[in-house]
């Protein structure tokens, strides 16, 4: 894609997300749990989350962001995720926790995040997180500055490469010591994107390639 041609693609966009969204139809071709378990409302006691899936000109690309998180035995210790976290008591909305999280983990400046569409909410029972995935877009490639508490790597990948048929494999995951799984997950570089984050950015994929390619 010319640089020219990526405000026209962010505009497309962003005017797709006024229509319905395929939802949990592009969920459930990434899920390495039965559907059922997605659908089943959230408990009471559940807690809200806030994801940013960032889109930004790379050369002449446009590419998207991914964090390794640090290996601190919690749920999601060192699996590969966007940006984003718990919606806290000073947060004023989902959205406003998903780019503060954004800049905090990675130094992205919440200033300069355009948000053009929100994502279907998804479920996680692991966790008892019910996540809202916001879709933004920088003019620009940020300069990060990854948190070293929370993030042993910045994964940068071209959209482009997301689309590509061979990227979507079924992987073997180690999920606990003693239990490993059989999951659909995006392989760039080499990389394991799987459950939740693989889930969302499939629906992110569907409304992309409903659009001109890129």
């Not at 966009?13 to 378990?37: C, N, V």
């Not at 998207?64 to 008591?89: A, C, L, N, W, Y």
């Not at 010591?177 to 939740?196: E, K, S, T």
């Amino acid at each position: 894609m010319n640089p020219s041609d990526l405000p026209q693609f962010i505009s497309r966009l962003q005017q797709r997300f006024l229509s319905p969204l395929p939802g949990k139809a592009a969920q459930a071709m990434l899920t390495s749990r039965p559907i059922e378990d997605r659908l089943t409302p959230p408990p009471p006691n559940h807690r809200k989350g806030g994801v940013l899936a960032l889109l930004y000109p790379s050369g002449d690309e446009i590419s998207i962001v991914f964090m390794k998180r640090t290996e601190d035995g919690k749920v999601h210790s060192g699996q590969i995720s966007f940006p984003g976290g718990k919606v806290e008591s000073f947060d004023a909305s989902p959205m406003q926790a998903a780019v503060r999280e954004a800049e905090e983990e990675l130094g992205i400046p919440q200033s300069e995040v355009h948000i053009i569409g929100q994502l279907s909410t998804l479920y996680i029972p692991p966790s008892n997180f019910l996540v809202y995935p916001f879709v933004g877009y920088m003019d620009h490639a940020p300069n990060f500055v990854p948190s070293h508490l929370e993030v042993a790597k910045v994964i940068e990948v071209p959209l482009p490469t997301l689309l590509e048929p061979q990227m979507l494999q079924q992987v073997a995951i180690k999920v606990r010591q003693n239990l490993n799984i059989q999951a659909p997950a995006f392989i760039p570089d080499g990389h394991v994107i799987w459950g939740a984050t693989a889930m969302i950015l499939n629906e992110l994929l569907v409304l992309i390639r409903e659009l001109e390619p890129i």
